[in-house]
């Protein structure tokens, strides 16, 4: 009697199995990603058709990628020159944020040099898409709307056409009709992806995919789908705020660091020539807890304003919030300012803000934090020509930062008259003057001494 094959039913989100199908998996709590898996079957006693032998790399010619610019300078800084050819890009982003605009104008700017375009919309009608670009004034020769559903049909009728770039929006609103289940559900979404991914590097078309994002901040979708793809975007921006960040999560062609800083208005979204102006106004306040740092952001300085605010409760659990740092930093740094500076934050409530919506990741604005929340809770204004530039550790001491002359540079330019920089920092031929310090105390002596 022949042995009954058991199917195997996997997660494609955090790879649990289950020998019975469900609609939700009891690991991450995803709902339709359990998948049916086919066994793959095994040559006869073992044998493989045919052997390819290994390439030593050393033999290997590595060739430059010609790069297609976008005809936006911030993207192409992000993409680390442009568009790769057979590269496909993922960019994700929230509903409203300026996904499309975006593309539209990059499909409009490329057309304008000579490059033919086809913008597929699955979400879109042409009607309304045109509309868009009359608006923005994008009504330019050489990009075509394909506004359909089938998207194998589309992809054929690019190949066939000969097209330089394809935009696909979104990957969540089409479906293959070779895999089961609902558009936007994880196998179709993969199995649209595989069809893009397939087709630009078969015929070399850069090709883009728009990606809806989750509640939770996350492109929609297995996380298969980053993997697939060569570069992962992602534009974001607060509702009540005109400025968009543009950032890369993923890049095999260039830097994740870059970040990309674009201006909606009703003409569509242009580029800020200013960066460190939009973060930092140069208002002189004399307000406590205001220190400014120069952080860095791929290949350019920001100056970043931090904010701080202590104020006494009478509960035994003091809050503590942050916007733009992580509080977990932030309570850090009160607890190193307590243990080697002496100065108490128990009684307080603290808030700590940095101005404009910038994130910081930089380990670089440490001091700044910290000097912005010892004058906040000493209630004592910094000096506002002051910057502050290095990395604290929990012995209290200061480490210097990476390009520590770019920063300076950078804060000579906003006209700021002394930096104050970590002792160990190389000698450099500084534009303005620096003061080094070689621990968190002498920050209070220096300038927290009523």
Known sequence: ???????????????????????????????????????????????????????????????EQERIP?????LDRVLGGGWVGGGVTLLGGEPGVGKSTLLLQVCAEMAKVGNSVLYISGEESSGQLALRGRRLGLMTRGLDLLCESDLPSSLAAAERHGYKFIVIDSVQAFRADEESGWAGSPAQVKAVASMAVETAKRCGIPTVLVGHITKQGQIAGPKLLEHMVDVVLLFSGEHNSPNRLLRAEKNRYGSTEELGIFEMSEKGLSAVCD??????????????????????????????????????????????????????????????????CGISS?????????????????????????????????????????????????????RPAGRTLMRVREAARLGFKRAVISRRTPKEQYPIETLKISSLREIIDLFLKS
């Open 70 to 74: 976008s005809g936006i300078e911030e």
């Open 346 to 398: 128990r009684s307080s409530d603290v808030y700590l803000n940095v101005a404009g919506g910038l994130s910081l990741k930089d380990p670089a604005a440490d001091l700044a934090v910290c000097a912005a929340l010892a004058s906040a809770l000493a209630d004592i204004p910094l000096p506002s020509d002051t910057c502050f530039i290095g990395e604290v550790g929990l012995a209290g001491e200061i």
């Open 275 to 340: 960066p460190s102006r939009l973060y930092w106004n140069g208002a002189e306040l004399g307000s406590s807890g205001v220190a400014i740092s120069m952080a860095l952001e791929g290949s350019r300085a920001l100056a970043a304003e931090i904010q701080a605010l202590g104020c006494p409760t009478p509960f035994p659990y003091p809050k503590r919030t942050a916007r733009g740092i992580e509080v977990s930093r932030l309570q850090l740094l009160l607890a190193v300012l307590e243990r080697r």
């Open 1 to 63: 009697m022949a042995k009954k094959e058991i199917s195997v039913y996997k997660c494609s989100e955090c790879g649990y199995q289950s020998v019975t199908m469900m609609g939700k998996c009891p690991k991450c709590g995803s709902w339709g990603t359990l998948e049916a898996e086919t066994p793959i079957a095994a040559a006869k006693n073992g044998l493989v058709a045919s052997v390819r032998a290994a390439v030593p790399i050393s033999g290997l010619e590595a060739e």
